[in-house]
């Protein structure tokens, strides 16, 4: 399978717990975009990674919010203590390297549903 | 103001005609757009992406872009049941950094 793989497809936790969500990108892709969907709402930006650098966080929230992507290994989105209000699918998209004069498409994976419970 | 608008929709049209989805956009130095269409539960997958003014086809899809009235738009020839899905608009932003900022989405209905 050569897209953009996430993991686990599901996951829930109790209130005050970790979430730790895995992204592989897609072969040949070496960015790695965070979204998050929340019930009812439209898909909003998080964070953009390359290798061992994140690029630009302006959409995680402040607090409790980390992503990272190793140089192995998949980018992880990690929560700590979590709350209701992060259940939401938290998608991953994966893009080639950009161009100056190409478009940048991202190409999303299943995403990963987390439920705080 | 939103950055990335859409009607919400429900737009129903019949089996075989053609469905309009229309999106605006606030930032004049956004230079790049992408159609996604999601089905209910699932993820988004992108459908056509658009970065000049004028017309771009692949099958039965038709993304056309305006940037002078900031306004992009998806047609869909043929619309058949399947494609029954939300439509989501995105630009990316004139930052640089690949951020994606998407509408809300418009809900399209394909009756047989």
């Known amino acids: 399978n050569a897209g953009v793989m996430q993991n686990p497809r599901h996951l829930v936790r109790r209130r005050g717990q970790e979430a730790r969500l895995r992204c592989s990108p897609m072969k040949g892709h070496s960015h790695v975009y965070w979204y998050r969907q929340l019930p009812e709402e439209g898909l909003k930006f998080m964070v953009y990674?390359?290798?061992?650098?994140?690029?630009?966080e302006s959409g995680m929230p402040k607090e409790r919010f980390s992503a990272e992507f190793p140089k192995e290994g998949p980018s992880i989105l990690r929560i700590q203590q979590v709350v209701r209000g992060d259940s939401a699918a938290y998608f991953c998209?994966?893009?080639?390297?950009?161009?100056?004069?190409?478009?940048?498409?991202?190409?999303f994976g299943p995403g990963t549903r987390l439920t705080v419970t | 103001q939103k950055e990335v608008e859409q009607n919400s929709g429900p737009l129903s049209v019949p089996e075989g005609a053609i469905a309009s989805l229309n999106c605006t956009y606030s930032?004049?130095?956004?230079?790049?757009f992408f159609w996604y269409r999601q089905y209910s539960g699932k993820s988004p997958e992108l459908i056509m992406f658009?970065?000049?003014?004028g017309d771009k086809e692949d099958g039965r899809f038709t993304a056309q872009l305006n940037k002078a009235s900031q306004y992009v738009s998806l047609l869909i020839r043929d619309s058949q049941p399947s494609d029954s899905a939300t439509y989501l608009c995105a630009a990316h932003g004139s930052s640089n950094t690949g951020k994606l900022i998407f509408g809300q989405g418009t809900t399209l209905q394909v009756k047989p």
């Open positions: 998209a994966s893009s080639r390297v950009m161009e100056a004069s190409e478009a940048y498409e991202q190409y």
């Open positions: 658009i970065y000049s003014n």
């Open positions: 930032d004049r130095g956004s230079q790049s």
């Open positions: 990674l390359q290798k061992e650098n994140i690029i630009d």
